[in-house]
Nanobody, 125 residues
Framework: QVQLQESGPGLVKPSQTLSLVCTVS??????????WNWIRQPPGKGLEWMGA???????YYRPSLKSRTSISRDTSKNHFTLQLSSVTPEDTAVYYC?????????????????WGQGTQVTVSS
């Protein structure tokens, strides 16, 4: 059973960089052909797909966030990371990592096989 677990600071100051790690157990992030995604849900809003990294290391980003987003991985630790720069209070959300079998940018729950439990990140001074 694949399990994903997000970790990172719960509070980030405006203009700083948000950094989160998704640690995967029960399966390797290099196993073909999966996509490892970051998705967020701002308060009172729907799910928003942010980006993904594939089992081979290719990355895909939401166009509106591309200039501020970087997704990378550490295969030795079997985890992948999200960095979101120049954050504002509008980046306050619950951040999830999830696995999918295809590139899915819709952010609908059914598109992803496995989810982390989510981590609340608040951007505030």
């Amino acid at each position: 059973q694949v399990q994903l677990q997000e970790s990172g600071p719960g509070l980030v100051k405006p203009s700083q960089t948000l950094s989160l790690v998704c640690t995967v157990s029960g399966g390797s992030i290099t196993t073909n052909y999966y996509y490892w995604n970051w998705i967020r849900q701002p308060p009172g809003k729907g799910l928003e797909w942010m980006g993904a990294i594939t089992s081979s290391g290719s990355t895909y980003y939401r166009p509106s966030l591309k200039s501020r987003t970087s997704i990378s991985r550490d295969t030795s630790k079997n985890h992948f990371t999200l960095q979101l720069s120049s954050v504002t209070p509008e980046d306050t959300a619950v951040y999830y990592c999830a696995r999918s079998s295809a590139l899915s940018t819709a952010g609908t729950k059914a598109s992803y096989n496995y989810w982390g439990q989510g981590t609340q990140v608040t951007v505030s001074s």
